[in-house]
């Protein structure tokens, strides 16, 4: 059996279930059940049960004197179901995110401080990249001056070549200054990123309070 052939029983038997307890209900007051659809051209269709072809599309249940009693939901696509599974993983991760807010901070102050402290240590260590930096830049100015008594820098004719260990520290060096700008670029990141996620953390829980003292 395939799969969309079980979810085709599994929406029959939602289906008739639905159905069988709105026609017990309209049996008790002794009138029976009419069923409305809509085919594909849009036009509304009566009749005492739906032809399988438009089983999955929104039902409308209505009582012999045409009062509408229920609705039958239509079966969602693929996308649709989709869509709404991330919409409720969505709507769990808030409300987790709220409780965790609630009962870890007592006021606005309590999440700067804690921002403040997060922001001090991304400071720090951006601080201490940007110093390397510009140690990598002293160096590379050094190993520059010793290169440049060498060939290809110096046109001299009895100038020796290049020593393969200062062509070597100079590639090393060049290296270390490109992933500690990458570094220094990264903790910037972070900081932005920190600001953005306390900012909207007090913009919710200011939201939040003013909701809960509301109800008290």
Known sequence: MQYRDFKWILFAAGLALA?????HAAGDSGQGVVYRWVDNAGVVHYGDRVPPQYSQK??????????????????MTASQLAAATREKQQRLEQQQRD????TTYTSVADIKQLRDQRIAQIEGQRSAAAQYV???HAQ??????????????????????LP??????????LDELRIEHLTVEQKAR??????????????????????????Q
């Open 164 to 173: 393969d260990d200062l062509a070597e520290q100079l590639v090393h060096t």
């Open 140 to 161: 590379i100015l050094a190993l520059q001056a010793r290169a440049m008594r060498y060939r290809p820098y110096n046109p001299a004719a009895n100038a020796q070549s």
């Open 99 to 102: 409780t965790f807010l609630l």
């Open 58 to 75: 929104a039902t409308t249940l209505l009582n012999d004197d045409g009062v509408v009693i229920g609705q039958l939901s239509a079966a």
């Open 190 to 215: 972070q900081e932005a990123a920190i600001h953005a996620q306390f900012q909207a953390d007090i913009d919710r829980y200011r939201e939040l309070t003013r909701a809960r003292a509301a109800t």
């Open 134 to 136: 510009a140690n990598l």
């Open 19 to 23: 159905c069988a307890s709105l026609a």
